[in-house]
């Protein structure tokens, strides 16, 4: 296949274009992304068969030029960090909605299938005793400016697939870790903290509960729908992964030897959502997918090392994350 990739410099657009890349030899790649604060060239650095183009998929005749020789595209751009869309929601709507909707009309001109990545977000939160995960039929309901936007953008997935007949699909995926993702997010700041000295910073009572998959599990459920995937499908994607914040911090203080509780709680995020949790078992069904990283310690472990061995992936953004951080009282 010869795919574009939106977003393919950021976190998980990144470890997606270095794996199809990877075990997909006949695949080419043309990556589109604006390299804003998140994305980074160096990402895909001397990979083959990998072109990347910066711009923006605000701008649509780019959008359009670049859609009309792909066979598919995989639609990862979007301003990503709840924290940010408190601070500035217009630019959310303008790149997670206007920009979905660029794509979704160069895809309709020129005939070319979709997959859009979303998240699960867009259901709002769980109780923390509610034994219903998030499946296909629950309603949407985001909480954030970032979530919403999310939940427009796969609203006008759904209209172009149902008024245009767009091939399109939809994924919507718990939290990802892995490699190359950005400081602001909790679990590198948590462990780039620990590196330079200063203890975790937990939001609130930390007993907020997060759904973990390994971004290499994530991405390879994304290229099984490229494959096989329905047009207008919706697939919900996740490892059983839940875990409390504190938890998280104590298991990452332990491996990294400190003591469980040496953290700090801070003020909350506004509109904090209490718990996501993802029952996945249609997908792993539909898709013939299971998650290969089933042992969270393992996974953090192999993180804490990854950004031991790149310094030059984080240390030039932390200091104005941490400085924005604390304007927040964070
Ligand atoms: P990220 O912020 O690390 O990367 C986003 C990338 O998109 C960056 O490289 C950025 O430069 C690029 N980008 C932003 N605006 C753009 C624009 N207007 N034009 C072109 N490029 C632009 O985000 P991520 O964590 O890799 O998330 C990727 C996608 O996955 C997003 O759509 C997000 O909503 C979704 N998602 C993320 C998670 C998660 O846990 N991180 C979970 C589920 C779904
Ligand atoms: O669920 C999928 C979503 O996961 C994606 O759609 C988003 O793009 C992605 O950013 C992520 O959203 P979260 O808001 O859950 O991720 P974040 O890393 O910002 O925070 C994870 C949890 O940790 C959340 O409960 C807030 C908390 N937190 C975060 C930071 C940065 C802290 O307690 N301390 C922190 O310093």
Redesign the pocket.
């Given at each position: 296949m010869k795919l574009l990739v939106t977003g393919g410099a950021g976190f998980i657009g990144t470890n997606f274009v270095r794996q199809t890349l990877s075990e997909h030899p006949q695949d080419e790649i043309l990556v589109l992304d604006k390299l804003g604060y998140a994305g980074k060239a160096e990402n895909l650095a001397g990979l083959e068969r990998c072109r990347l183009v910066v711009g923006d998929i605000l701008d649509k005749d780019l959008v359009f030029d670049l859609a009309k020789d792909v066979d598919a595209i995989v639609h990862f751009a979007a301003e990503?960090?709840?924290?940010n869309s408190l601070l500035n929601p217009d630019l959310f709507v303008q790149t997670n909605v206007v920009g979905t909707v660029h794509i979704l009309e160069a895809c309709r001109e020129y005939k070319v299938r979709l997959h859009h990545i979303s998240?699960?977000?867009v259901f709002g939160d769980l109780a923390l005793d509610d034994p219903q995960k998030f499946t296909r039929l629950s309603p949407y309901k985001p909480s954030s400016p970032?979530?919403a936007s999310?939940a427009a953008a796969d609203m006008m997935v759904r209209a172009w697939v149902r008024s245009f007949g767009v091939f399109a699909s939809i994924s919507n995926?718990?939290?990802?870790y892995g490699p190359y993702q950005h400081v602001?997010?909790?679990?590198p700041?948590?462990i780039t903290n620990r590196f330079l000295g200063v203890r975790p910073?937990?939001?609130g009572t930390?007993q907020?509960v997060?759904d973990w998959i390994h971004v290499d599990d994530h991405n390879h459920a994304v290229y099984k729908i490229l494959e096989t995937g329905k047009p207008g499908e919706t697939y919900l994607l996740g490892a059983n992964g839940e875990l409390s914040?504190l938890e998280v911090v104590r298991m990452l203080n332990k491996l990294m030897g400190y003591e469980e509780d040496d953290y700090e709680l801070v003020s909350d995020?506004a509109g904090?959502?209490r718990r996501?949790a993802i029952d996945a078992r249609e997908s792993y069904r539909e898709l013939d997918w299971t998650p290969e990283y089933t042992n969270f310690e393992l996974g953090l472990s192999s993180v804490i090392t990854w950004y031991k061995n790149h310094p030059e992936f984080w240390e030039a953004d932390k200091a104005q994350v941490e400085a924005q951080?604390k304007m927040q009282g964070?």
């Open positions: 990503s960090h709840n924290d998240t699960d977000e970032y979530s999310k995926c718990s939290n990802n602001e997010k909790f679990i700041r948590m910073r937990v939001y930390g907020n997060r914040n995020r904090h959502d996501y951080y964070k």
